[in-house]
């Protein structure tokens, strides 16, 4: 009845993609290419779940 006011699982983890990957580029242009090569692993994690949900 209320399936309107569940929030979408689809749009949380879009944004937590968009996140790591701005996080990413903060760090590779702050010359940390570690952190970038982590930070977009994750991402791409996210983005399999996201796949995962269509």
Not at 25 to 38: F, P, V
């Amino acid at each position: 009845m209320f399936g309107f006011l569940k929030g979408d699982p689809k749009k949380k983890l879009q944004k937590a993609y968009e996140e790591k990957l701005s996080a990413a580029m903060k760090a590779q242009r702050s010359g940390d290419i570690k952190t970038y090569s982590l930070l977009t692993e994750e991402a791409e994690a996210i983005r399999a779940q996201i796949n995962a949900l269509s």
